[in-house]
Nanobody, 121 residues
């Protein structure tokens, strides 16, 4: 019913920047919250940042002041601008959509396949 696809990951030196993009496809009327999560090797998946339909945001303490989430509700996209990257930001980054309303269906949540971000020291 809905598919989320991430792009923009890669290898960057510490202090550098990357921009991740997520596109949700399908016959979508609305997505209540779109967010970015990450999972480093041996660690649990954690919230990085999310934004609801009204523009309210949440950020992990570790990324506040460095990362910025944005979204386009009409295009069902969510971007994550990552600046001043640190080696500890290395992880697979996942896009997630919560409370997705379609024309004839409803989906509680959906995840993208993930994109690798590697920050070298």
């Amino acid at each position: 019913q809905v598919q989320l696809v991430e792009s923009g990951g890669g290898l960057v030196q510490a202090g550098g920047s990357l921009r991740l993009s997520c596109v949700a496809s399908g016959r979508i009327l609305s997505i209540n919250t779109m967010g970015w999560y990450r999972q480093a090797p041996g660690k649990e998946r954690e919230l990085v940042a999310d934004m609801d339909l009204h523009g309210s945001t949440n950020y992990a303490d570790a990324v506040k002041g460095r990362f910025t989430i944005s979204r386009d509700n009409h295009k069902n996209t969510a971007d994550l601008e990552m600046n001043s990257l640190k080696p500890e930001d290395t992880a697979v980054y996942y896009c997630k959509g919560d409370r997705i309303q379609g024309a004839t269906w409803y989906q509680t949540a959906s995840w993208g396949q993930g994109t690798q971000v590697t920050v070298s020291s």
